[in-house]
C-alpha cells in the first residue's frame, strides 16, 4: 500500500477532529483526499509536525492526529521523548513509514534497519501500534489515558497529487479559525 491510500484510509474516519499533516507530498496527498480547514499543511519545517501536533494537542480538547512521515521523526527523534512526557490523552501520532524521503527524492532512510514502532516502545509508549494491527476507528474513538503512536508501514512512492492551490497565509487562517 502506498501513503496515498494509507491516508485515505485513516481520513475516512475522521470527522471534527484536527489533522496536522508532514511536509511536501503528503500535504499534497490529504489535500487531494480530503481538503478541511481543521487540516494543517506543512509546506516546509521538515520533522516539526509532531512538535506542531503536540503544542495544539496541549491546547486543545479535540483530537490531534499528525502525520507524519519515517523520514521527518528521524530527524526530531526529541520530539517523541518530549510528547511522551507531556503524554497528552488527545494525540495520536501516525508515522507513515516508506523506508525514504519521498518528498525529496526518495532517498533511503535508516528504517529499513531501525524499527520506529521498538523506539517508540522504548520511550515508553503504552499505546503503540502497528496500523495493521488495530481497528483504527475504534482507536479514536475511545478515550485513551495515554498519547497513542501508530506505526503505518507503507511503499515508497508518491501520488500525482496537485500543488495545493492556497498560500501559506490562508492555510494557517483558516486553519486558526477552525480550531477557535
Known sequence: MKRFDGIKNVMMH????????????????????KDRD???????????????GL?????QNKKVIVFDGDGSILMNLGSLVTIFSQNPK?????????????STGNQ???TQNVDLLEIAKSIGFKNSYNYDNINFKDIL???QEDSVFIHYKILPGNADSPIIDLTPEQIKNR??????
Open 14 to 33: 475522521i470527522e471534527d477532529e484536527i489533522v496536522i499533516c508532514n511536509i511536501g507530498f503528503p500535504s499534497r496527498e490529504l489535500y487531494q483526499i
Open 108 to 110: 533511503c532512510t535508516y
Open 141 to 143: 474513538s475511545t478515550k
Open 38 to 52: 481543521s487540516n494543517f499543511y506543512m509546506l516546509g519545517s521538515m520533522g516539526l509536525a509532531s512538535s506542531i
Open 175 to 180: 486553519f486558526m479559525n477552525a480550531i477557535k
Open 90 to 102: 488527545n494525540l495520536i501520532l501516525i508515522v507513515f513509514d516508506n523506508c525514504c524521503y519521498g
Open 55 to 59: 503544542g495544539l494537542a496541549m491546547s
